[in-house]
Structure formats: structure tokens, C-alpha cells
Nanobody, 119 residues
Framework: QVQLVESGGGLVQPGGSLRLSCAAT????????MAWYRQAPGKQRELVAS???????NYTDSVKGRFTISRDNAKNEEYLQMNSLKPDDTAVYYC?????????????WGQGTQVTVSS
């Protein structure tokens, strides 16, 4: 069984920083693309950032220059460094990974971690 476990959310003031982490555990052969999504109250879940297995990254326009996605392939972990946070960044953040196991390949989701930006 594969699980994605997130950590690092919380309450931060506007202009502050947070670092989210996501660890993939279980019977994993390889991990392809990894990503972070977020969902604010009353809104659809949106892609925040993604990273390929060789480190190529992509960001939604609203976070470019403020957020940085990275991964540690040896540890099966991904991270999201969030700087200059704004109230509009308030949402539940979910990690996502395309994982190959011995018996097949599937996309997995974490349970979500709340990020609240407020003074």
C-alpha cells in the first residue's frame, strides 16, 4: 500500500513563509511526476506546482517567484517552499504523485494540510 503523508501547514501572517513536505511510503518502484494542489473554500482544486523526475518544474502564474517546488528522489519526498504568502494563498494543500508499484502504476493523493494566511 502506498501513502502520501504531508506536514508543515499552519497559520502564518501575510508576507511570511511556510515549507510543506510530503513523504511517499510503501512498496514503491519509482515516482514520476509529483505536484502540489490546493483547494480554497468554495473553489475548485487547482494545480499549484509540479516537478518531473528529472527536476523540471512548472508553476501556476499566481505563485511564480514566491513558491519553489523540489524533491528528494532518494527519500521519495517532495517539498513546497512558500514565501511572501498572501491571504489568497489560504487553502488546503494536497500533494500528488504518479507512482509505479510492482503491480502497476497509479496517481496518489495526500490527506491535505491546511495553510492559513492571516493577520
Amino acid at each position: 500500500q502506498v501513502q502520501l503523508v504531508e506536514s508543515g501547514g499552519g497559520l502564518v501572517q501575510p508576507g511570511g513563509s511556510l515549507r510543506l513536505s510530503c513523504a511517499a511510503t510503501g512498496s514503491i518502484r519509482s515516482i514520476y511526476d509529483m505536484a502540489w494542489y490546493r483547494q480554497a473554500p468554495g473553489k475548485q482544486r487547482e494545480l499549484v506546482a509540479s516537478i518531473t523526475s528529472d527536476g523540471s518544474t512548472n508553476y501556476t502564474d499566481s505563485v511564480k517567484g514566491r513558491f519553489t517546488i523540489s524533491r528528494d528522489n532518494a527519500k521519495n519526498e517532495e517539498y513546497l517552499q512558500m514565501n511572501s504568502l498572501k491571504p489568497d494563498d489560504t487553502a488546503v494543500y494536497y500533494c500528488n504523485a504518479d507512482i509505479r508499484r510492482r503491480l502497476g502504476r497509479a496517481v496518489y493523493w495526500g490527506q491535505g494540510t491546511q495553510v492559513t494566511v492571516s493577520s
